[in-house]
Every structure is written in structure tokens, then in C-alpha cells.
């Protein structure tokens, strides 16, 4: 029965989450390629080669437009594509964040069920620290709360790891943003102006976007100092029952 427990609570919410980081993670990677395409992009060769799909195949997915194994070719810089660029990544946060507050309150409920097991975990060590002999007599049920622990920060870390990962991903982009600005300016044409300023803005959006909104869970901050306090809370709660095992 315990098994089944954090089976169900602890490991399928807590994946859920770093499942949706993840899969938000890739989403706007790819649709960040559609405005700063990397050096390995494909997508222009594609379709200047005249490289067409069988559309008799029953293997590949189709649409009105064509095949969904063709990858989207980036969009031409000029001002207004990248207003409506960043409009569609507005949009896509904006329907991300939905799942995002059902999957935290889904979290938070597990927040709420561990601590009352490590509260109670705690009780048990603080008693037999202040006891005669020191020793904390260990029972199935101290073994599965202490299990739990260790499987609820162990999988809450990699939720927090792919907060990390997220705010790396941003920053990155930031910085190809003003790059790609600064280069385009050398073209020094009128569009080739205003299209930096464009870039420029959105590289503004994005600094306060990590300055003011970072990534959050439960209104707790995906970031290596959270990292550091999972990492020390388990040491601490480690050295504790360490201690109170018989000499």
C-alpha cells in the first residue's frame, strides 16, 4: 500500500510538472528557431532543393498545407513579422499557464501531505535525540516516511532543474537577440533599423520577463538556490536519523 501511495502522489504529479517544463521548454525553442534559426537548421535547404514528400505514403501525417514532417521555414525579418512573432509567443505562454496553475495546485496538495509525514518524521527524531540512550527505535512506518522524503526531493529536483533550464534557454536567446540586432544594423538600411529596434525591444521583454517573472511553482523560484535548499534540507534530515541509529 505504501508503494501504491507514492505512486500515485508523489511520482505522477511531481513528473507531470517537469513533463510540462519540458515539453513548454521545447515548444518555444522550436518557435524561437522560427525567428533566429540555428547554424543547423535545414529548413531553407528543404524547400529551396524542391525536396517534396510522397503524399501517397500512409506513414506520414498530412494537412491542407502539406506534410507535418516538413519543417516550418523561418519567417523573413522585417518589423511587423516580428511584432506578430512576439504576439504568437505571447499566446503560447498564455496557454501554457492554464496547465501550469492546475498542475501546481496538484503539487501543492503534495506539498501538504509530506510535510505533515516530515513533521511528523521530525517529532520522532527531536524525541529520541532528547531521550535516554539517543536512540530512535525504527519502525516500517518511520522506513516509509523516510523513503518518501527522499523520492519526493529527488523528483522535485528534477522539476526544479528543468526550471533551470528554462531560465538558461531565455537568457540565451536574449543575448542571440541583441547579437543578431547588432549585426543587422551593419546592413544599414532604413527596414534593417527598424527591424533592430524590434529585436531590441523583444530582447527588453524578455530581461523583465527573467527580472520580474521568473519560473515559479507554488510562488517558490525554479533556480539553483532552490536547488541548494533541497540539497541541504535532505542532508540535514539524512544527519538526523543518522544519529539516532543505535551505536
Known amino acids: 500500500f505504501g508503494f501504491i501511495f507514492i505512486a500515485g502522489n508523489v511520482v505522477r504529479p511531481l513528473i507531470g510538472a517537469s513533463g510540462h517544463l519540458a515539453r513548454g521548454r521545447r515548444i518555444l525553442n522550436d518557435y524561437n528557431n522560427l525567428l533566429l534559426p540555428p547554424l543547423n537548421n535545414h529548413a531553407i535547404s528543404l524547400h529551396q532543393t524542391g525536396k517534396t514528400d510522397n ?41 501554457g499557464e492554464v496547465y501550469w496553475l492546475r498542475l ?62 528554462i531560465t538558461y534557454a531565455n537568457k540565451k536567446f536574449r543575448t542571440n537577440l ?19 529596434i524590434e529585436l531590441r525591444n523583444l530582447a527588453l521583454v524578455l530581461e ?17 538556490t532552490m536547488m541548494e535548499s533541497l540539497i541541504g534540507g535532505l542532508g540535514v534530515v539524512v544527519v538526523g536519523i543518522y544519529q539516532t541509529f543505535p551505536s
Open 178 to 196: 541583441l547579437r543578431r540586432a547588432q549585426y543587422i544594423t551593419l546592413l544599414k538600411t532604413e527596414e534593417s533599423k527598424e527591424v533592430a
Open 104 to 165: 501546481s495546485v496538484y503539487v501543492g496538495s503534495v506539498f501538504l501531505q509530506f510535510f505533515v509525514l516530515l513533521l511528523f518524521l521530525m517529532v520522532q527524531v527531536i524525541m529520541a535525540l532528547l531521550s535516554n540512550d539517543g536512540n530512535m527505535q525504527m519502525s516500517a512506518f518511520i522506513i516509509f516516511i523516510s523513503t518518501s522524503v527522499v523520492i519526493f526531493v529527488g523528483l522535485f529536483s528534477l522539476v526544479v532543474i528543468e526550471g533551470i533550464k
Open 55 to 95: 503524399h501517397t505514403n500512409g506513414d506520414i501525417e498530412h494537412d491542407n498545407i502539406g506534410s507535418l514532417k516538413r519543417p516550418v521555414r523561418p519567417i523573413i525579418l522585417t518589423p511587423d513579422q516580428v511584432k506578430i512573432w512576439a504576439r504568437g509567443r505571447e499566446a503560447l505562454l498564455l496557454f
Open 208 to 224: 523583465s520577463e527573467l527580472q520580474s517573472n521568473p519560473i515559479r511553482l507554488l510562488g517558490l523560484k525554479l533556480n539553483f
